[in-house]
């Protein structure tokens, strides 16, 4: 599904929805199946093989921030909740 090559500054999450894969992360297998979520950082190797049975999943693509990147540095304010 997705090629080898790093996908520059691109941050991914995987879920399945149905179904399995194997997901390749620089060399290593890791199971992709329902319940599993899957992060792949910026500049990792990556590739997604579904099994024979079928796979379904929804994938999170982002842009890693950079230090000078304000939008995503904003803050909502206020203090943080405290537990009881």
Known sequence: MLGLAPIARLNEMYIAL????????????H?????VLARVR???KRR???EPNGFRMVAWVGHQAR???HRHG???GGPLPQAP
């Open 48 to 50: 997604i093989l579904p």
């Open 31 to 35: 199971a992709l199946e329902l319940g």
């Open 18 to 29: 149905d179904g399995t894969a194997t997901l390749l992360v620089d060399g290593d297998e």
């Open 42 to 44: 910026t500049r990792q």
């Open 67 to 69: 230090p000078t990147d």
């Open 74 to 76: 904003r803050q909502l």
